[in-house]
């Protein structure tokens, strides 16, 4: 073996951004379930009093992050929007693998004609750009939080599928998996104790990575007014009632904007540090 | 070459056929009843005879395959009805808005190439550091959601600098706005791609070779590294291309850009569902096309399919 691989990357010493940017990005979901349960403790007023009396305050002791236009106060709806948009975007994303995971195993493993078709059941959904058909499932059921998860999920789960299946035919073509089946290993032992384990880390990466842009589509429903409806406190839909404000109430547009940006920001940041801690290869500098 | 392209577009029908499929399906079978709807819309009260005649109009007295295939008939030459809101027929209305998200999604698509293009090769030659921070701002600019974009761009351009009008009338320089939004964030998360496939290159034998013979690093990108990243990269731009006709809707909402966006968001508030069918149909159809395109640069680049495909 060359020296090459005596660099364990879990043992490398000194300044490394993938594990900067691991860290950072769990640091970061902490700061945000912190946030949530911290809803209680800071005894904040609920998210949906009004106080017509102070519309589009900007911040102050009383509000720190200031007033929305009907008088509610921005930091509490921003907090009570957490469990609703992160929710959202962990419903959708489970709904994709249990759709995908299944789908992708079954015909990694199965091969011939039976991959064929499942592949092409699922290249016709990907045959539609993923958010258009996620609007016209919405059109189809109206709009709502749930519409729009159910629409995110539908149309997200076939690239999720193939990412899966070629991650299982790689993984099946590795020589102690064929070993395995050559002595006589049962089907499911070796599912289970010689393909899972190897797509999962890999597998890891693009859950965080797909959390992060399912997140995201969601909360451009939500802005777009077909995914959560008014009252309910969400970022995207905090964002489209901030839009008439812009000039005289900014704050309505800087505190759910960035409360996106950072949780958006954080499952990447986790998913694009973890990819650089499993890979192993390392390139030829110039 | 040609044989290549007739072979891919048979193979293709069967999964155009379906796509036309699910597009008829979810909204033919959309809860809710359309005539009802339009009547309410007219502000009449319905006697059943009159709802037998409306259905007996659009052909919703017949059975569902029936039905598909009377509108997949007219679909192949593009016939989609009249729009229920607007009474105009569909292929106006599409006809009307198409070429605006085309304009904005193409130049978006130049921009995002170009800015992919020169966030990843700059993270690639860059050192240590100002590697690490082209790779944050990448992510960053990632993360950024569309409309917070820009909200934020209109608030900076238009509202505080006044360089900029908000309510255009569809020139060019009220496109700048729209297609930067879009840009930066296709632009990021393809640079992710470039910076990726360019890395797993630079890990790969001919190009220790290539450094061992002295060649300087640009013309190693440019002679060894190019050739084998454009077909991976060829099939990235058409994902991105389809994922900037989708996100066109919002850009086009925010900006208030006169394109297919604003249609169809207009379309699902109404329930329209002959403009929403040719709004999949288009959009579906515009997606394949560049995907096939994509196919074809993945041959052109590929010596080794090259020779397949010319042999076969």
């Known amino acids: 073996m060359s020296n090459k691989s005596t660099s364990i990357p879990a043992l490398r010493l000194g ?37 017509l009396l102070s519309r589009l305050a900007s911040p102050s002791v009383a509000h720190p992050l200031g007033t929305d236009h009907l008088g509610r106060d921005v930091l509490s709806r921003m907090v009570a929007a957490i469990p609703v948009s992160m929710g959202a975007a962990m419903s959708a994303m489970a709904a994709i693998l249990a759709i995908s995971l299944p789908w992708g195993l079954v015909a990694g493993l199965a091969g011939g004609r039976v991959d064929m078709v499942m592949m092409r059941l699922a290249d016709i959904i990907m045959a539609f750009p993923t958010l258009v058909l996620a609007l016209a499932i919405i059109g189809f059921m109206g709009a709502s939080l ?56 890999p597998l890891a990466v693009i859950i965080s990575l797909e959390t992060a842009s399912v997140l995201l589509a969601l909360s451009s429903l939500s802005f777009l007014g077909i995914g959560a409806q008014p009252p309910t406190p969400e970022w995207g839909a905090m964002l489209n009632e901030a839009r008439p404000f812009l000039v005289q109430a900014p704050h309505m547009l800087i505190v759910p904007g960035l409360a996106v940006t950072l949780s958006v920001l954080a499952f990447n940041l986790v998913g694009e540090g973890l990819r650089e801690l499993l890979d192993k290869r390392e390139p030829y500098e110039w | 070459m040609l ?40 502000g009449v009260v319905p006697r059943p005879e009159d709802i037998a005649a409306i259905k007996a109009e659009y052909g919703l007295d017949k059975p569902f395959f029936p039905r598909y295939f009377d509108w997949l008939g007219r ?34 698509f130049i921009g995002a190439v170009t800015i992919s293009l020169g966030l990843g090769v700059a993270a690639i030659s860059a050192g240590r550091w100002t590697r690490a921070g082209l790779r944050g701002l990448t992510i960053a600019l990632v993360s950024v959601p569309s409309f917070w974009l820009a909200l934020l761009l209109i608030y900076a351009f238009v509202l505080q600098l006044g360089w900029m009008r908000l309510v255009g009338n569809g020139s060019a320089p009220d496109l700048i706005l729209p297609a930067l939004t879009l840009s930066l964030g296709a632009g ?52 991105t291309f389809g994922a900037l006709l989708g996100g066109a809707v919002i850009v086009e909402s925010i900006f208030g850009w006169p394109g297919l966006g604003q249609l169809i968001l207009q379309a699902i508030a109404q329930r329209d569902l002959p403009v929403i069918q040719a709004y999949l149909v288009f959009m579906g159809l515009g997606f394949f096309i560049t995907s096939l395109l994509a196919d074809i640069i993945v041959i052109l680049f590929d010596p080794q399919l090259r020779r397949e495909v010319n042999h076969e």
């Open chain 1, 15 to 51: 300044f490394d951004v993938g594990r900067i940017g691991f860290f950072a990005g769990l640091v970061l979901l902490a700061l945000i379930a912190a946030l949530a349960l911290s809803g209680i403790i800071l005894n904040l007023p609920p998210p949906e009093k009004m106080d």
């Open chain 1, 146 to 201: 749930e519409a729009s998860i159910i629409g995110v999920a539908a149309a997200w789960w076939p690239s999720n599928a193939r990412l899966v299946r070629a991650l299982v035919l790689s993984a099946s073509a590795r020589d102690f998996v064929r070993g395995a089946r050559l002595g006589g290993a049962s089907r499911l032992r070796v599912v289970f104790r010689h393909i899972l384990p190897q797509i999962l880390p």
């Open chain 2, 3 to 42: 044989r290549y392209i007739l072979i891919r577009l048979a193979t293709a029908l069967p999964t155009l056929l379906g796509m036309s499929f699910v597009a008829f399906a979810i909204v033919s079978l959309a809860p809710g009843d359309p005539v009802m709807q339009e009547l309410r819309a007219m």
């Open chain 2, 75 to 108: 679909a192949l030459r593009f016939e989609f009805g009249e729009s229920i809101a607007t009474g105009r027929s569909v292929m106006d209305e599409i006809g009307i808005h198409l070429p605006s998200t085309l304009a904005l999604a193409v130049s978006s």
């Open chain 2, 188 to 239: 990021a998360s393809l640079g992710r791609v470039v910076y990726e496939r360019i890395r797993s290159e630079m890990c790969e034998d001919h190009v220790r070779l290539a450094i061992a013979k002295g060649l300087s690093p640009a013309s190693i990108l440019v002679g060894h590294i190019a050739p084998r990243i454009i077909g991976p990269l060829a099939t990235a731009w058409a994902n």
